[in-house]
């Protein structure tokens, strides 16, 4: 954790208040007009070679600020600052050069690879993109990259349908990392594959980020997989930052009660470990992003919930080294 | 004792095991990539091959129509006979014979025979056989060619609106919309008649009322928001799709995108359009020439000649049915063949290929 400490020089990326919304509903009739806030206003940074997770319930709008970090998405308002330049508003020309530095894993790899193309050409195409060399020089990046992955030059002229999850999305790493990127956003890189999968394709990007100095966004629901892979973590709850922190500072003695929550419903193998009673069961559903609540956007299903929380939004406040949270009442 | 196993294997050796287990068992073609796969399942489908074989034989035959025309009916199947004979069983018969009330003629009725009037001859006195030919290259013809002047305006229409979406989308949506608005053949009919009864006269462009092109064309344009907006929408999806997403974060061109991602995803769908298409234009093609605002004289074809048979029904039905047949085997034969290749090219069952 060394890494983290005095760093702000290293900071690789940096969304500031960075805000996505969506118009649904009626594009005529403006009183069904609706906007959904899919981020609302995230700030964090990621120091060159950690690795930060972002954790929360589906829909709290980790993908879409994932998506919105590589331009996938036009951000409505906010920064995102990389290597010190806001890339937020570039061209696609002028982003071309920062393209090969961020590249992103999918969720699901087989919708990620194109089912009409041979590995060889899946792996090739961002070689070909960057001109990264002569024809030769291409098929033999290609064959160490799969080798780098986990998978050999036998592979090269197969049809994506033809391999397991796991192996597609070894496809689909070795084209993330084909360039030597910086940084790579990982969306929920497991979440689709077998548990018995999960943990090997958790070791290889664990692998990668040693061998080649990688800073990863790894973006997950899993809390497991999260507290094996991050060294911090930033639980996102309808679209902003609860609480930021490192990994095992999160994890032991979580500060905003959604987090509490989370942890606590992660099931524990041992049983003589197991939280017997301490789970905190939450009330209710993630409420609709389209009519958040008033005030703390957690109150309604928060279980310390006081007056002020259903008035007064809580800003994202440091309370320690490297830790942050949004809430009136931290737990610690 | 679960521990113990754990540390005895190691992780690449359970990596191996698992991805061995968990890989799909494939046969040896699966490998040959897409293309092929769908191919050897149009193979195997015995009714598109008669289909395929019974069209390539049409194709052949209306192909030699001339040859036929020369060396087998000796006849001009353009000129009118009404004064010729034909010889049938020994004796020279006159093509065209008063009815014994004497009221008109009846033209000659089929010989069966490998050779003049085979068909019999039509109300002109014109072979037949000899004209289902050519008709028949006609019918194909524009079948064809305005076949491909549908697919091409759809797919250009189809991928700018899907691909780029905004204000272009909105304009060709609102243009096919309009298109799709009127009744199909009342549309055909609308433009048939204007059309041919002026041609066409724009600066040096000139059109003539009889040029094949005016069929081709009406046929060609009418039926393009049936075509593009499946596309449309088919590239709208692709456009959204994860491995499009991928492919921008590569740094990819718009330009390399649409080649390498959308088009050898749209190009099966336009594969079992076309015979669809062909099948649905040559039914118009024919329509209209019945009407007689189709394929105009000189120019025979499958359509006109079944007018031509109009008024012998009763007494030399087979003027009209003979092309009616040729249509409807046609026809059918490449709906047998849209119908293989959807089942061997559709995206969605392309994840059970193998």
Same mark, same amino acid.
């Given at each position: 954790?060394?890494?983290?400490?005095?760093?702000?020089?290293? @900071?690789?990326?940096?969304?500031?208040?960075?805000?996505?919304?969506?118009?649904?509903?009626?594009?005529?009739?403006?009183?069904?007009?609706?906007?959904?806030?899919?981020?609302?206003?995230?700030?964090?940074?990621?120091?060159?070679?950690?690795?930060?997770?972002?954790?929360?319930?589906?829909?709290?709008?980790?993908?879409?600020?994932?998506?919105?970090? @590589?331009?996938?998405?036009?951000?409505?308002?906010?920064?995102?600052?990389?290597?010190?330049?806001?890339?937020?508003?570039?061209?696609?020309?002028?982003?071309?050069?920062?393209?090969?530095?961020?590249?992103?894993?999918?969720?699901?790899?087989?919708?990620?690879?194109? /089912?009409?193309?041979?590995?060889?050409?899946?792996?090739?195409?961002?070689?070909?993109?960057?001109?990264?060399?002569?024809?030769?020089?291409?098929?033999?990046?290609?064959?160490?990259?799969?080798?780098?992955?986990?998978?050999?030059?036998?592979?090269?002229?197969?049809?994506?349908?033809?391999?397991?999850?796991?192996?597609?999305?070894?496809?689909?790493?070795?084209?993330?990392?084909?360039?030597?990127?910086?940084?790579?956003?990982?969306?929920?890189?497991?979440?689709?594959?077998?548990?018995? @999968?999960?943990?090997?394709?958790?070791?290889?990007?664990?692998?990668?980020?040693?061998?080649?100095?990688?800073?990863?966004?790894?973006?997950?629901?899993?809390?497991?997989?999260?507290? !094996?892979?991050?060294?911090?973590?930033?639980?996102?709850?309808?679209?902003?930052?609860?609480?930021?922190?490192?990994?095992?500072?999160?994890?032991?003695?979580?500060?905003?009660?959604?987090? !509490?929550?989370?942890?606590?419903?992660?099931?524990?193998?041992?049983?003589?470990?197991?939280?017997?009673?301490?789970?905190?069961?939450?009330?209710?559903?993630?409420?609709?992003?389209?009519?958040?609540?008033?005030?703390?956007?957690?109150?309604?299903?928060?279980?310390?919930?006081?007056?002020?929380?259903?008035?007064?939004?809580?800003?994202?406040?440091?309370?320690?080294?490297?830790?942050?949270?949004?809430?009136?009442?931290?737990?610690? | 004792?679960?521990?113990?196993?754990?540390?005895?294997?190691?992780?690449?050796?359970?990596?191996?095991?698992?991805?061995?287990?968990?890989?799909?068992?494939?046969?040896?073609?699966?490998?040959?990539?897409?293309?092929?796969?769908?191919?050897?399942?149009?193979?195997?489908?015995?009714?598109?091959?008669?289909?395929?074989?019974?069209?390539?034989?049409?194709?052949?035959?209306?192909?030699?129509? /001339?040859?036929?025309?020369?060396?087998?009916?000796?006849?001009?199947?353009?000129?009118?006979?009404?004064?010729?004979?034909?010889?049938?069983?020994?004796?020279?018969?006159?093509?065209?014979?008063?009815?014994?009330?004497?009221?008109?003629?009846?033209?000659?009725?089929?010989?069966?025979?490998?050779?003049?009037?085979?068909?019999?001859?039509?109300?002109?006195?014109?072979?037949?056989?000899?004209?289902?030919?050519?008709?028949?290259?006609?019918?194909?013809?524009?079948?064809?060619?305005?076949?491909?002047?549908?697919?091409?305006?759809?797919?250009?229409?189809?991928?700018?609106?899907?691909?780029?979406?905004?204000?272009?989308?909105?304009?060709?949506?609102?243009?096919?919309?309009?298109?799709?608005?009127?009744?199909?053949?009342?549309?055909?009919?609308?433009?048939?008649?204007?059309?041919?009864?002026?041609?066409?006269?724009?600066?040096?462009?000139?059109?003539?009322?009889?040029? $094949?092109?005016?069929?081709?064309?009406?046929?060609?344009?009418?039926?393009?928001?049936?075509?593009?907006?499946?596309?449309?929408?088919?590239?709208?999806?692709?456009?959204?799709?994860?491995?499009?997403?991928?492919?921008?974060? $590569?740094?990819?061109?718009?330009?390399?995108?649409?080649?390498?991602?959308?088009?050898?995803?749209?190009?099966?769908?336009?594969?079992?359009?076309?015979?669809?298409?062909?099948? *649905?234009?040559?039914?118009?093609?024919?329509? *209209?020439?019945?009407?007689?605002?189709?394929?105009?004289?000189?120019?025979?074809?499958?359509?006109?000649?079944?007018?031509?048979?109009?008024?012998? *029904?009763?007494?030399?039905?087979?003027?009209?049915?003979?092309?009616?047949?040729?249509?409807?085997?046609?026809?059918?034969?490449?709906?047998?063949?849209?119908?293989?290749?959807?089942?061997?090219?559709?995206?969605?069952?392309?994840?059970?290929?193998?």
């Amino acid at each position: 954790m060394n890494m983290l400490t005095g760093a702000t020089g290293r @900071v690789l990326l940096e969304a500031r208040s960075v805000s996505k919304r969506f118009n649904v509903g009626s594009r005529i009739v403006p009183a069904l007009r609706k906007t959904v806030h899919a981020v609302d206003g995230v700030s964090l940074q990621v120091v060159r070679g950690e690795t930060l997770g972002i954790v929360g319930e589906s829909g709290c709008g980790k993908s879409t600020l994932g998506r919105c970090l @590589v331009r996938l998405h036009e951000v409505s308002e906010g920064e995102i600052i990389f290597e010190g330049r806001d890339i937020t508003r570039l061209s696609r020309r002028a982003l071309r050069p920062i393209r090969r530095k961020i590249q992103m894993v999918f969720q699901d790899p087989a919708a990620s690879l194109n /089912p009409r193309h041979r590995v060889r050409d899946v792996v090739a195409e961002p070689l070909i993109i960057h001109e990264f060399g002569t024809h030769s020089e291409i098929d033999a990046r290609v064959v160490e990259l799969l080798r780098v992955v986990g998978l050999s030059a036998d592979h090269l002229e197969r049809f994506p349908h033809e391999f397991s999850g796991g192996q597609r999305q070894r496809i689909g790493i070795a084209r993330a990392i084909a360039l030597e990127p910086d940084l790579v956003i990982a969306d929920e890189p497991v979440s689709a594959l077998d548990v018995s @999968v999960q943990a090997q394709v958790v070791n290889l990007f664990q692998d990668l980020q040693e061998r080649l100095g990688l800073t990863y966004i790894f973006i997950a629901h899993d809390l497991s997989v999260i507290r !094996q892979v991050a060294n911090r973590v930033a639980v996102m709850y309808l679209g902003s930052v609860v609480e930021t922190g490192l990994t095992e500072a999160v994890f032991d003695h979580p500060a905003h009660p959604y987090t !509490q929550a989370l942890i606590s419903a992660v099931p524990v193998p041992d049983p003589d470990r197991a939280h017997r009673g301490r789970r905190i069961l939450l009330k209710g559903d993630v409420p609709n992003p389209a009519a958040p609540p008033s005030g703390c956007r957690f109150h309604p299903r928060c279980s310390y919930a006081q007056a002020t929380c259903r008035d007064v939004r809580p800003a994202l406040t440091r309370i320690g080294p490297h830790r942050e949270v949004a809430c009136h009442f931290p737990l610690v | 004792m679960a521990s113990e196993i754990g540390a005895a294997i190691s992780d690449q050796d359970y990596a191996r095991v698992l991805d061995a287990w968990t890989a799909p068992e494939l046969p040896a073609s699966a490998a040959q990539g897409y293309w092929h796969a769908a191919l050897a399942k149009v193979r195997r489908n015995r009714a598109a091959m008669v289909a395929v074989v019974a069209l390539f034989l049409f194709l052949t035959s209306c192909v030699m129509a /001339p040859l036929y025309a020369h060396l087998v009916a000796h006849i001009n199947p353009f000129k009118s006979n009404l004064d010729g004979t034909v010889l049938i069983g020994g004796k020279q018969v006159p093509v065209m014979q008063s009815a014994s009330n004497g009221l008109g003629v009846t033209p000659v009725g089929p010989t069966w025979r490998f050779g003049p009037y085979m068909l019999g001859a039509d109300g002109q006195g014109r072979d037949v056989a000899a004209r289902l030919l050519y008709g028949g290259r006609v019918s194909l013809l524009v079948g064809a060619a305005s076949t491909v002047i549908c697919l091409s305006f759809a797919v250009l229409l189809g991928i700018a609106a899907g691909f780029y979406g905004g204000i272009i989308n909105r304009v060709i949506s609102v243009m096919l919309d309009i298109l799709w608005a009127f009744p199909i053949y009342l549309l055909a009919i609308s433009l048939s008649i204007i059309l041919i009864n002026s041609g066409i006269r724009i600066g040096p462009l000139v059109v003539h009322s009889d040029d $094949l092109i005016l069929p081709i064309a009406i046929i060609g344009i009418i039926y393009v928001p049936y075509v593009a907006r499946p596309i449309r929408a088919q590239v709208m999806t692709l456009r959204r799709s994860d491995f499009v997403m991928a492919s921008i974060c $590569l740094g990819a061109s718009d330009l390399r995108i649409l080649r390498r991602e959308i088009l050898p995803n749209v190009a099966s769908t336009l594969i079992v359009f076309t015979p669809i298409m062909m099948a *649905l234009n040559i039914i118009t093609e024919a329509s *209209l020439s019945f009407l007689g605002i189709g394929v105009q004289p000189p120019s025979a074809s499958w359509g006109t000649i079944i007018r031509d048979g109009e008024h012998l *029904l009763y007494t030399r039905p087979l003027v009209s049915i003979a092309p009616g047949l040729a249509i409807v085997i046609t026809v059918v034969a490449l709906n047998i063949l849209g119908d293989a290749l959807r089942d061997a090219l559709d995206p969605r069952a392309k994840l059970t290929l193998h």
